[in-house]
């Protein structure tokens, strides 16, 4: 575990705070140094991150990478988390104690802490930034200004030192104590502790020991060897142990000790801090820049010196290989993995328009110079006159500039021939501005212009083709494909015949062809991807895995591996079926430019031509799936962070938005694609969010994976979630709605029962009473007076009289007798019935009475079914107690009215009124009546308590009127159950 000063101390608080301490004596070297290897003065190209990309403040105090490996950076005005994308910017409103911080360290459970310029600890946990909780301890051991000269974390311990108060724990139980080297011991064996306390030297491996010194003398303890030095102690001070080797930064010092040797280097700058870096001992300087030293058994054999006038607070190597440099000015560095450098020299950092290769040296042409700069020591050995156009074979052995074409001949570099000029041809304005050139045959050379196809070493006639050739390739020894700025065509050689593509997609414009050693042709277009045409024709575009649609160049460089070259980057792919793998990726940003004009690969090194100079990769590392990290950061519902245990939503709660993450510093894309459920397709986006509405109740599992190549997914921990529905659709309410049903289906059966019971009690009292009424009415009183009627009109010898009589008689008889059998009976039947017996009765009682019956405002009186004789009753009483005992004659007028739902029926009569005396028979019947009306009423449904049933009422003038009401019963709704 690296153990280092803090930078903000020597930088912030002696720089700024106390000048006058920052003194110190000539140190004296008591081992001889291997004379200093002068530096190399080359600046790596990096990526440089401010305030505009993210970053709180330009002054970074510190950068570290955790296990999860996001890069954490310490400033002035808070904190930052990158993870190649964006920042996250931590500050006082999250939690913070304080904005700047210094310092920040990974515990084993995972918690970053957090250290700043007051009294007291933060750390963050699941996403949210704590307080330790016993920073109210730290108050009482320093309330005024914490200055932390070191701080690390051991076994579960926070170690804090001081200048004033020296070292001292606070344990995860809060008990605070001196610390005590005896007790501490590190599973890694490789671990050194080395602080400077109160005058004296922490140094630890497995056992530490406090060595008493003073400030004259200080004891280096390195594998049971002691190293006693003489020197002033300084505010600076850095450790760094690596393979039995410690090193040791003291102000302007580098000490090197290696078993019972130990070197000592003296530098100009102060050391602000140490990494050691792939075997290379790296140094971080106020106002000096960056040094990476190589040492052989102690002994500095090479030095690179770049950054030069920056102050390099901090200087660490990220998983992918990335070295990130904090700066007190200037934000953070990054220095990708890939080994790239500037080939500027004498053209500063102008553009750079070609870059080819001839014999040893690399030709860069920019707008008025092509420089010859040779490729053993980087040096430009000489410069040639403006030119419009350079380029060359891959071999080297053939390059064409300017307006006119001039190769090697195999002995000299082509810029020492400047006698041999172009071979002439018919047509010399074909020489004009080249835009490609490709080997033809044993030594001839085609040369594409701007007007047309010229042939060197030969004696060919050039072929003219009206609107020049962009691009060619040799099709065959008699044809070539050839581009020009509107299409793609085939040129027979021979004949200079045009001919079209058989492929009707090939027919457009291409700015490169090749064809590969396998006989595939490959077309590159501006803004449609790649054709590739072999036993098949394929096309690749962004969609199916290249990052950039426009490639200016092939470059073939083993198998089916290419590098594509556009003007925002290069990509090294595969073309796999039918999809492009990408094996690595380097933008224009990472090459600190905004434009690739040409590029040039020897031996695998890659020289490119850029809008700020030329640059150089002379190696990188592919990403490899282990380097994308990708996290779920947890799911929010309603402004509630749920985090990533398995959690349970109420079915309101269904909208929700996942938040995941990945990290990944190869500046390629990343991809992800998520899911709920297996069965489910994947949803792919480049957003690091995904929202989910209306979810229908369930269990579920959000599935999420990421990639950079579209080839290789990185799975991250699904979640687990379940919607509850709400309590309509639970099973129990299920349960609870069928129960329920249950017994509403069997109190509306057993309430249909009832009414089906009652209703046929109705029915039969109504028959009932229906044979009692037609008795009623063929009472031996009433067939008495009719066969005293007909006695009495035989003794009076009226024979015509009497044989009318008995025939009414029998006809009222039949119709009596056929109407009782039945409930109903339609109206007009009942009017007919009651008019038979009104004429008996007025045959009987001759001259006491005349009648009428009609129905008003009744339609269809044949469809409208009533009980038989139900008006009887009221008729007989009519007669007996109204217009029988009257004196003279009188009147009876039956009417039917329709009125709504019911018939009325009203019987008016003359006679004496409600006034004389009512026989018991007059009343029963009446009761009869009234109970059969009631009963009907009932089982037609109706409410008899809101119907006039029955109303006997005086007539004015004298005489009686009876009212009552039947309801409506139509033929075509009638059953033989009402």
């Known amino acids: 575990m690296k153990n280092r000063i803090q930078v903000w101390f020597e930088k912030v608080y002696f720089l700024k705070v106390q000048p006058v301490l920052f003194f110190f004596f000539c140190a004296i070297i008591f081992h001889s140094v291997f004379g200093q290897v002068p530096a190399q003065y080359w600046n790596p190209v990096n990526k440089t991150f401010t305030v505009n990309d993210g970053l709180p403040s330009m002054e970074c105090y510190s950068t570290f990478q955790d296990s999860k490996g996001y890069v954490w950076v310490a400033t002035d005005h808070g904190v930052a ?137 200080i004891e280096f303890r390195n594998d049971k060897v002691t190293h006693k030095e003489k020197f002033v102690l300084g505010m600076s001070f850095e450790l760094l142990h690596h393979q039995e080797t410690s090193y040791v930064a003291l102000n302007k010092e580098l000490w090197v000790i290696e078993g019972d040797k130990s070197s000592v280097y003296t530098f100009d700058e102060q050391i602000l801090t140490i990494a050691l870096i792939n075997n290379d001992v790296w140094l971080g300087f106020s106002k000096a820049g960056v040094k990476r030293l190589r040492l052989d058994n102690g002994t500095i054999v090479s030095e690179e010196h770049f950054f030069r006038d920056k102050t390099i607070s901090d200087i660490a190597q990220t998983t992918d290989g990335s070295i990130w440099l904090s700066t007190l000015d200037e934000g953070l560095f990054q220095i990708q993995n890939l080994k790239l450098e500037s080939l500027n020299s004498e053209s500063g950092s102008k553009p750079v328009h070609s870059i080819v290769k001839v014999k040893n040296h690399l030709l860069l042409r920019s707008y008025t110079t092509i420089n010859a700069l040779n490729l053993k020591t980087l040096e430009i050995d000489r410069s040639f006159n403006s030119s419009k156009s350079l380029l060359s074979l891959p071999n080297g052995e053939l390059a064409v500039f300017s307006d006119f074409i001039k190769y090697s001949d195999g002995t000299h570099p082509l810029y020492y021939l400047n006698d041999v000029e172009a071979i002439e041809t018919n047509a010399s304005k074909f020489h004009r501005v080249a835009y490609e050139v490709k080997k033809w045959k044993s030594n001839v050379y085609i040369v594409g212009t701007r007007y047309g196809v010229s042939f060197l070493n030969s004696s060919r006639i050039p072929i003219e083709v009206k609107t020049g050739v962009r691009a060619l390739e040799i099709y065959d020894d008699d044809h070539l494909w050839i581009s020009n700025f509107r299409s793609t065509s085939i040129l027979n050689i021979n004949t200079g015949e045009l001919s079209e593509p058989s492929q009707p997609e090939l027919r457009g414009r291409a700015v490169n062809v090749l064809k590969a050693p396998n006989g595939v042709t490959y077309f590159a277009t501006h803004g449609d991807g790649i054709w590739v045409l072999g036993d098949t024709l394929r096309h690749f575009t962004s969609s199916n895995g290249l990052r950039r649609n426009f490639i200016f160049k092939i470059i073939h460089k083993k198998d089916n591996q290419f590098w594509l070259v556009s003007h925002k980057g290069m990509s090294l792919v595969d073309f796999d079926g039918n999809r492009v793998h990408v094996i690595r990726d380097i933008t224009s940003n990472d090459l600190s430019c905004e434009k690739i004009s040409d590029c040039n690969i020897i031996n695998d090194t890659i020289y490119l031509a850029t809008n700020t100079g030329a640059r150089r990769i002379t190696s990188f590392n592919a990403p490899t799936p282990s380097n994308l990290k990708i996290y779920s950061k947890g799911v929010i519902v309603g402004g509630r962070q749920m985090g990533v245990k398995p959690f349970e939503l109420k079915y309101t709660e269904s909208d929700l938005r996942f938040e995941f993450d990945a990290v990944s510093f190869s500046g390629e894309p990343v991809y992800f694609r998520y899911k709920i459920g297996s069965s489910n397709p994947w949803s792919v986006t480049t957003e690091r969010f995904a929202n989910y509405t209306d979810l229908p109740p369930g269990e579920y599992s959000f599935q999420l994976e990421a990639s950079t190549d579209g080839k290789h997914w990185m799975v991250a921990q699904p979640i687990n979630f379940q919607v509850h529905p709400p309590f309509w659709g639970t099973a129990w309410f299920r349960l609870l709605i069928v129960a329920l049903l249950i017994v509403v289906i069997f109190l509306i059966v057993r309430w249909r029962l009832d009414r089906l019971k009652a209703k046929e009690k109705v029915k039969n009292r109504i028959i009932e009473l229906q044979q009692v009424a037609l008795t009623q009415q063929l009472n031996p009183h009433f067939v008495f007076n009719a066969m005293g009627s007909l006695q009495n009109s035989i003794l009076k010898g009226d024979a015509e009289k009497a044989n009318e009589y008995i025939v009414d008689f029998s006809r009222f008889l039949r119709s009596g007798l056929e109407a009782s059998r039945m409930e109903l009976i339609p109206l007009t039947e009942e009017m007919t019935l009651m008019e038979n017996y009104l004429l008996l009765e007025q045959k009987r009682m001759v001259g006491k009475f005349t009648f009428e019956i009609q129905a008003d405002n009744v339609a269809s009186p044949e469809l409208i079914f009533i009980p038989p004789f139900i008006a009887q009753p009221f008729l007989e009483n009519a007669i007996k107690h109204g217009v029988g005992i009257k004196e003279g004659e009188g009147h009876i007028m039956m009417k039917f009215e329709q009125l709504g739902d019911t018939i009325q029926c009203i019987i008016e009569d003359d006679g004496v009124g409600l006034k004389s005396d009512m026989t018991e028979h007059k009343s029963h019947g009446i009761s009869l009546a009234h109970e059969r009306i009631q009963l009907l009423h009932k089982l037609q449904g109706n409410k008899p308590n809101k119907l006039p049933l029955l109303q006997l009422s005086p007539r004015v003038g004298g005489g009686t009127i009876v009212r009552f009401s039947l309801p409506i019963i139509r033929k075509d709704v009638k059953s033989d159950n009402y």
């Open 81 to 217: 988390k990158y993870n190649g994308h964006s920042f996250d910017v931590i500050t006082t409103n999250d939690g913070l104690g304080s904005n700047t911080v210094y310092d920040i360290l990974e515990d084993k459970q995972g918690r970053i802490w957090f250290f700043s310029n007051i009294p007291e600890l933060y750390f963050l946990e699941d996403g949210k930034v704590k307080p330790f909780k016993y920073n109210s301890k730290l108050k009482e051991i320093q309330p005024a200004f914490f200055r932390y000269h070191d701080q690390f974390l051991f076994e579960g311990n926070i170690v804090l030192s001081t200048l004033e108060l020296g070292t001292f724990t606070i344990s995860d139980q809060g008990e605070v104590g001196i610390f005590d080297a005896e007790n501490v011991h590190s599973n890694d064996d490789k671990s050194l502790v080395f602080s400077l306390v109160k005058q004296h030297v922490v140094h630890s491996k497995q056992n530490a020991e406090i060595v008493p010194s003073t400030q004259e003398n």
